[in-house]
């Protein structure tokens, strides 16, 4: 958690450098460029990076020949998606990417095998529970993209250049990390495809990949929406709305995050009971968090951005009201892929994407980024209450013993 703190804390400071020297058309343009990308690797991950912490926990093949085939895949995927983005280039920069040139648009699309690589290499991480390793790597795409974003303070006629830069060499590094730390582990990373491995990776993974793609949609598509029917200063706000918003998201995710490997290795019972102990407390944790930043985020972000930034508030008061609802659903989904079956957060995922698509929809034409805040919120809820839904049915679990009037407490977790 502490890692992703310090991750988003660098995003926000980069933003926040571009705001001004570049006002809100440029923290829009750079959002564009930092979340496209990093959506469209996710897109194409095959669930890789859901099947690898099951596979090398769960000790089912050899921590080397997942490494190995983990490079290969990356490698093909990752040309795949550079050959796509050269193919689809005008149409990305007419449609979301108007106020870059041609040149930029096309070095953009080079990050997104380095994301690509980045994640899958980083699950290995996670199964072999190196978690400082992991976080490390995170934490390296923003602080090196920050530290290449900096100078746009005292060049702002760069901002352009200065932002593509950003995004390539952020990634680039974390690429590098990843693979000098399974090197370090005696797992050097060389490409080589083992059948049964990816066999398994694919199988497994793709049963999660479906609800991961939904997933990103639901937290991502109010901001390709509006790339397509606002103007970029919108999305400049509304940017800085979710980011203040999703201040709280490492919480959950942080716990996902660590919960895929560590369930993988519990019998049943033990992974009921530490799902139902965790599920109570993070969603109270959160609960109160939330409380804190609603009170203070407002006057926060007017101070720390300016009054051309006054549009965001009402936004991100709006969002938290999904945030606090979505509290606890970082543990829910570590327990679904440790049990091996992620399918389960796809059936969420579906649920909460059904809700965006219509609610932005709707809501987004006549309301703008107020409209986009007001289909987030709502998406984040029906999530949450599906997967609480869900997580009772399979587990067997009463909603009495879930919210603590039950048989399961800290000690029996």
């Given at each position: 958690m502490a890692a992703t703190f310090a991750g988003s804390g660098a995003a926000a400071l980069a933003a926040l450098a571009v705001a001004h020297a570049a006002?809100?058309?440029g923290a829009g343009t750079f959002a564009q460029v930092r979340i496209i990308p990093a959506a469209a690797a996710a897109m194409l991950g095959a669930?890789?990076?859901?099947?690898?912490?099951?596979?090398?926990?769960?000790?089912?093949?050899?921590?080397?020949?997942i490494v190995e085939t983990t490079l290969a895949l990356g490698l093909l995927m990752g040309g795949l998606a550079a050959a796509g983005w050269v193919l689809a280039a005008d149409v990305v920069r007419a449609r979301l990417l108007g106020a870059l040139s041609p040149g930029a648009v096309a070095l953009v699309g080079l990050a997104i095998p380095l994301h690509l690589l980045r994640n899958y290499l980083n699950s290995i991480q996670q199964g072999l529970l190196t978690f400082r390793a992991a976080n490390l790597v995170v934490c390296t795409d923003d602080l090196v993209s920050l530290v290449a974003i900096l100078p746009v303070v005292w060049m702002p006629e760069r901002t352009e250049a200065l932002v593509v830069a950003a995004a390539l060499v952020g990634p680039a590094a974390s690429v590098?990390?990843?693979?000098?730390?399974?090197?370090?582990?005696?797992?050097?990373?060389?490409?080589?495809?083992?059948?049964?491995?990816?066999?398994?990776?694919?199988?497994?993974?793709?049963?999660?990949?479906?609800g991961r793609m939904a997933n990103m949609l639901t937290w991502r598509l109010d901001v390709l929406i509006l790339s397509a029917l606002a103007s970029v200063e919108v999305v400049g706000c509304y940017a800085v709305a979710s980011k203040a918003a999703e201040l709280l998201r490492p919480l959950s995710a942080?716990?996902?995050?660590?919960?895929?490997?560590?369930?993988?290795?519990?019998?049943?019972?033990?992974?009921?009971?530490?799902?139902?102990?965790?599920?109570?407390?993070?969603?109270?944790?959160?609960?109160?968090?939330v409380a804190v930043l609603a009170a203070t985020g407002g006057p926060l972000i007017r101070l720390v951005f300016g009054p051309e930034f006054d549009a965001a508030v009402p936004a991100f008061q709006i969002l938290l009201v999904g945030i606090a609802a979505h509290g606890a659903d970082g543990v829910l989904?570590?327990?679904?892929?440790?049990?091996?079956?992620?399918?389960?957060?796809?059936?969420?995922?579906?649920?909460?994407?059904?809700?965006?698509?219509?609610?932005?929809?709707?809501?987004?034409p006549p309301f703008g980024?107020?409209?986009?805040?007001?289909?987030?919120?709502?998406?984040?809820?029906?999530?949450?209450?599906?997967?609480?839904?869900?997580?009772?049915v399979t587990s067997k679990t009463t909603l009495a013993q879930l919210v603590g009037v039950g048989e399961y407490t800290a000690d029996a977790a």
């Open positions: 006002g809100a058309a669930g890789i990076t859901i099947a690898n912490p099951y596979l090398v926990a769960s000790g089912r093949h050899p921590a080397r020949a590098a990390l990843a693979l000098a730390l399974l090197a370090r582990r005696g797992l050097p990373p060389r490409p080589r495809v083992h059948a049964a491995v990816a066999r398994e990776a694919f199988r497994l993974g793709l049963k999660g990949h479906v942080s716990l996902s995050f660590v919960l895929r490997p560590v369930i993988a290795g519990l019998t049943p019972a033990e992974a009921r009971a530490r799902g139902v102990v965790l599920y109570r407390r993070t969603f109270v944790l959160n609960l109160a968090a989904s570590g327990y679904n892929v440790g049990i091996g079956r992620p399918e389960l957060n796809t059936y969420t995922a579906l649920a909460g994407l059904a809700v965006t698509i219509a609610g932005d929809l709707a809501l987004i980024l107020v409209g986009a805040a007001l289909a987030s919120s709502a998406a984040y809820t029906a999530k949450a209450v599906t997967f609480t839904a869900i997580f009772l």
